[in-house]
């Protein structure tokens, strides 16, 4: 148990304590700390020196956070572009019990974005003496990267036992928590969740998609729009978007949640105003209780009170206190349940829904020796498993660099080229999630029933991090309708990272482009050298389309030149980083399609082979009955009539699609399985294989 209480300049609590302690000789560092009752300690935030630079001028806007046994007690103001802020603030918070250190986190304040993190330290509160003044410097680290120096922040503490007031303040104090602020409300809720997990009943996760043909509240007919999320306590404010009606957010929330039968997330749509008080859009509801659960569900809601709709993906997640052994209704252990999913997906349901595939069981089993992600030399490591847009989540197991998690999770396959995503993250309250490490598995090259250590790899799943964590998957699926499938668009996934630009990137794309040109190249020469014979002209002519494509250039960069004098030197760097990005996604569009290509007949997926060797006979045996010219006809008619027929059709390439279901060289990289260290050798259990 811990409570607070700060001047009034600092928190808002209906009392203070203004008792000055003489502190001239009255040490008395022979009373045990180790004694329970309640104590004051009394810090001043003095100043921070050599702070690490987070913003693009070379400077932060940092802040500091005090926290005890996982619960915020005190934040402290914003010094803005400042490296060595001086914040001189005082804070009183009354601690329990000595043994819960005392957090120091600095942040740098980025308006309408996560803050960045800049260093964290830690007090042990039972070194201090009893009333006597003690100026304490910390250095600040990152668990991240230990060898970096983030500065220093310098305190004033004071620890005075106040052993004959604990019971008259912690009721006070649990009064006074109806009347908090915000932010302390939270704190409290989410530090009882950290001490028993199991207080919560679930996990509900939110993707807010986009927004369809909302309201519009200014005078050029378009809006600014944000979304408001609250669940009891719990709120979320995504990203602004500016002068649309028709928003792309693409952002993901997490809310935990506390009742057994669910809840009601209020949802608010809202215009941001300059200056002025931000107007309503619209708002809209979602019924948690009327959701299934285990199961990531789309919705499409009508804004009342105003115009539009919202369109989201809601997942509900049992909790912790949810066993593997309860979670058997959707599990194959039950002999009569995997027969029915067996005659569910049989060659002989071909044409039954025939967007249902397959269906795909994971069982996430426990993890070990993950990465260190906080101070302590521990982490709060939970798992998120993702296929395509549906995303479930694990509980957390805090404190731990070996959690054991136990749960089952099942989709329905819709395209049997997708790739399962396990994802291992340590749960931090102040900030946006640490990632510790990932996995991707593609469902064509998973052995069912076989518990496998997989070695978790960095974000871009090109090396290993530290830790394995064990899997046990299943998938069935109907081979027909997969194939059927594979001739249709993939499905969007909405969550993806933003394109960003990276020398070694831009790098690799050209390497990869140069060899896709190379062969193109060796191709030419090697059908040249089979006639023997040079062509001047058409060498010629190469060279007069070439002069004339850089003289284009050239008249073209003029004008650029006359442009951008009118624009500033922030605008041309953005500019050229655009320029770039595109250059950078255009190569590896290139040189991922040549890749494809190449291992569509190099048999790197064999399902995708066979499917491409079948394909070919058939339309061998079909040319050899119906002449070319009648299938011709058939193809374009039925290209030109395809938006009469079904106007909200998506136009597709059936060849396009087929290659995109094959994987580059950098994603056969990516879904490479690494070898685990030959300790972590778990007992394989094997099943028949219902591939």
């Not at 019990?97 to 039972?126: C, N, W």
């Not at 049989?346 to 829904?353: A, E, T, V, Y």
């Not at 030399?377 to 136990?406: A, M, Q």
Request: hydrophobic content about 40%.
């Amino acid at each position: 148990m811990l409570d607070t209480c700060k001047p009034k300049s600092a928190c808002n609590l209906p009392f203070v304590y203004n008792k000055k302690i003489n502190t001239a000789g009255t040490s008395n560092a022979d009373v045990p700390l180790a004694d329970p009752g309640m104590y004051q300690l009394d810090i001043t935030l003095r100043r921070g020196q050599s702070l690490a630079a987070r913003d693009r001028g070379g400077t932060s806007d940092p802040y500091v956070k005090f926290k005890i046994g996982g619960k915020e007690v005190f934040r402290s103001k914003i010094i803005h572009k400042n490296l060595n802020p001086i914040w001189e603030e005082k804070a009183c918070i009354l601690v329990e019990h000595l043994r819960e250190p005392l957090y120091i986190k600095v942040f740098d304040y980025d308006f309408g974005l996560q803050d960045d993190f800049m260093g964290s330290a830690f007090l042990d509160l039972t070194q201090l003496e009893l009333n006597r003044p003690t100026d304490v410097t910390l250095t600040l680290k990152d668990p991240h990267y230990p060898d970096h120096y983030l500065g220093i922040i310098l305190l004033s503490v004071i620890l005075t036992p106040k052993e004959g007031e604990h019971r008259d303040v912690t009721m006070l104090m649990r009064k006074s928590w109806k009347r908090s602020s915000k932010f302390q409300t939270q704190s409290l809720r989410l530090s009882d969740v950290h001490r028993k997990s199991h207080l919560w009943r679930g996990i509900v996760s939110i993707t807010l998609i986009e927004g369809r043909d909302l309201k519009a509240m200014d005078s050029n007919g378009l809006s600014d729009p944000y979304v408001k999320f609250r669940l009891g306590h719990q709120k979320y404010k995504s990203k602004i978007m500016p002068k649309t009606l028709n928003p792309q957010w693409r952002e993901q929330f997490d809310f935990h949640l506390y009742e057994e039968r669910g809840g009601i997330i209020d949802i608010t749509a809202w215009d941001k105003d300059a200056g002025k008080r931000d107007d309503f859009i619209g708002r809209c509801q979602v019924d948690l209780s009327a959701l299934s659960r285990e199961q990531t569900h789309k919705l499409e809601l009508q804004l009342e009170e105003g115009e539009g709709h919202l369109v989201l993906l809601v997942t509900l997640t049992a909790s912790a206190t949810v066993s593997i052994s309860d979670l058997s209704v959707n599990s194959l252990e039950d002999q009569k349940e995997r027969e029915e999913i067996l005659r569910r997906y049989s060659p002989l349901r071909i044409f039954h829904n025939l967007k249902d595939v397959g269906f795909l069981q994971v069982k996430v089993i426990r993890a070990e020796g993950l990465m260190v992600a906080d101070v302590t030399g521990k982490s709060d490591p939970f798992c998120v498993v993702e296929l395509n847009n549906d995303r479930l989540l694990t509980h957390t197991v805090y404190k731990n660099l070996n959690p054991e998690w136990n749960k089952i999770f099942t989709f329905n396959i819709k395209d049997i080229h997708s790739v399962l995503e396990v994802t291992v993250y340590d749960e931090d309250r102040d900030r946006s999630a640490d990632f510790l490490g990932k996995v991707a598995i593609p469902l064509l090259s998973i052995q069912n029933g076989e518990q496998k250590a997989y070695v978790l790899k960095n974000k871009q799943l090109t090396g290993p991090t530290k830790g394995v964590i064990y899997l046990e998957i299943d998938v069935i699926f109907n081979a027909v309708k997969a194939s059927l499938r594979t001739l249709i668009p993939k499905e969007q996934k909405y969550i993806e990272e933003e394109n960003r630009l990276s020398k070694q990137l831009l790098l690799r794309n050209f390497i990869r482009m140069k060899r896709c040109v190379m062969v193109l190249v060796n191709a030419a020469y090697y059908v040249n050298s089979c006639f023997d014979w040079d062509s001047p002209p058409r060498s010629l002519a190469a060279f007069v389309v070439v002069e004339d494509m850089l003289e284009d250039e050239e008249e073209e960069d003029d004008k650029d030149d006359k442009d951008s004098e009118k624009k500033g030197f922030i605008n041309k760097i953005y500019a050229i980083q655009e320029v770039c990005i595109s250059v950078q996604n255009i190569l590896d569009e290139v040189a991922s399609f040549g890749e494809r290509i190449k291992n569509t007949f190099n048999w790197t997926v064999p399902f995708l082979s066979w499917l491409a060797i079948v394909a070919l006979c058939v339309f061998t045996v079909i040319l050899y009955f119906i002449p070319l010219r009648y299938i011709v006809l058939v193809w374009g008619i039925n290209k030109f009539t395809k938006k009469l027929r079904s106007p909200y059709a998506i136009d597709n390439n059936e060849l396009l699609d087929f290659l995109s279901r094959v994987p580059s060289d950098v994603q056969v990289v990516q879904y490479q399985e690494l070898k685990p260290d030959p300790s972590h050798s778990p007992c394989k259990r094997k099943k028949n294989n219902l591939g």
